[in-house]
């Protein structure tokens, strides 16, 4: 965290300043931040082939497609709204590849048509991938029985998972795949988000190398993404130069075994751009209660979820008197007709959190929210969405406008 005379910092610019200037509640985002975290992943897997692709779904804004784009990255899309972004933004189809899940027909005729590779997630799905487009290659999503992540909805392997077709049907899926001339061409794995043990990966990664010893014709494997970041001050941060290290050598021990230098990929979302995200927002009101002191807020969970969804911790800085002396403890509240919309909480409820004192007008700053953030937002109890801004140094500008009254009309005849 930068701060400059008691204020808080994004890039070279005052936060306080951000909120003058664009309005209140706003999204700003880090470019430095998003270019160090992808190229310090990059870095951290020295093997040849190695390909990141970026998980939109954490972020979807073009804008921050298009960093990626230039740091040389490429793009697992969930949704043909996800394709469309990325092409948008100016990705090949040939760099991005469709992994979703309950998928229909119309789905994969939308990526077939737009010559984006398909990963399949179940039988059900590559039976019907076969009658739509046969002759053709192909991926399959493994569940290696392996999960893992910080809360029980965003761990995606293992026996309680919808995803993937299990490991141990996969002569099911070699033979659905023979019977419609289909070459598997990359086996994937997702185990779960937000993981912070080094073990979990390796011991995931083990089993698909076990199934994918079994598959001949290979051109990539892909070991999904989750590695986690930092969310708690204090919290150590998943050692990635290790894990880099370990899956590189690994990998590589395969390639000899397998008899051919394959592609690497890995699916990292939240990495790159959690940290670089932070929402803005302003204090409207304090009140107390006998149990709890709350300062209500101007955004919620319609614009950041996370806690309400997961209980999940983000830091909260009062950007407008960072070093205040005088310190509470107090929760803060967000503006949505719900009591569970407080962001300062964990899995049990409500948290007083110690925090500098905070008054009417001050801005708060939630931090870590470049991840999920936005991308789960919504238009519940009829509010506009925030705008979004991004920094690079002392340059500020806008890369989605506020949503306005307009938009909550849409569709609407
Ligand atoms: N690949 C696949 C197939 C995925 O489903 C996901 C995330 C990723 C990659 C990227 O995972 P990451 O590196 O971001 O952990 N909304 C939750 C996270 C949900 C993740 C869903 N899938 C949260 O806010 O924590």
Redesign the pocket.
Known sequence: MKTRNNRLMIGEIEADQLVKKYGSPIYVYDEEIIRNRFRELKESIPYRKLRIYY?C??NTNPHIMKIMLEEGAYI?A?SPGEIMMALKAGFKPEQLMF?STSVTDEDMKFAIEKGVLVNCDSLSQLERYGKINPQSSVSIRINPDVGAG??GH?I?GGPDSKFGIYFDKLHDAQAIAKKHNLRIIGVHQ?IG??IIEKEKFIQAMAMLLKTANEIEGLEFIDF????GVPYKPGQERLDIKKLGMEITEKFTAFCSEYGKELHLYI?????PVAEAGTLLCTVNTIKETPKHKFAGVDTGFNHLV?PAM?G?YHEIINASNVEAEKKQKIAIAGNICESGDVFTRDEHGIVNREMPEIKEGDVLAILNAG??GYS?SSNYNTRPRPAEILVKGKEARVIRKRETFEHLEFGLD
């Open positions: 998980a779904k954490a697992d969930i992994t910080h809360h965003v995606t997702h988000s937000g999904g993404g989750g590695l699916e990292p979302g939240r990495y996370r997961y999940s991840a999920y789960m």
